[in-house]
């Protein structure tokens, strides 16, 4: 599976950002899609994830309630809808594919840079 992660920029605290996941190389109907996140100096860690079969989500904790987790099956995209944004969101977000089966994440897209100014 090949990730391509975009959306990411500069927004005010507050705002909205949406990222988009294009995904290719495989039928992704026995996957699950996850958007991770990693803040300067931190270690990275979980956002979102969705079930593509059936688009079952799950959200971490931090980002329920302001972050959405969305798939378009004919453009084989995943996206990541982010409302009121805080100056903790900040980080290299990335999209991840695992297979339902298994647990941990193996393919990884290249990373998109969210900036939140206070």
């Known amino acids: 599976v090949q990730l391509q992660a975009s959306g990411g920029g500069l927004v005010q605290a507050g705002g909205s950002l949406k990222l988009s996941c294009a995904v290719s190389?495989?039928?992704?109907?026995?996957?699950?899609m996850g958007w991770f996140r990693q803040a300067p100096g931190k270690e990275r860690e979980f956002v979102a994830h969705?079930?593509?079969?059936?688009?079952?989500?799950h959200y971490a904790d931090s980002v329920k309630g302001r972050f959405t987790i969305s798939r378009d099956n004919a453009k084989n995209t995943v996206y990541l809808q982010m409302n009121g944004l805080k100056t903790d969101d900040t980080g290299v977000y990335y999209c991840a594919a695992r297979r339902m089966i298994f647990r941990e994440y193996d393919s990884w897209g290249q990373g998109t840079l969210v900036t939140v100014s206070s």
């Open positions: 969705i079930t593509w079969i059936d688009g079952n989500t």
């Open positions: 190389g495989r039928t992704l109907s026995n996957y699950v």
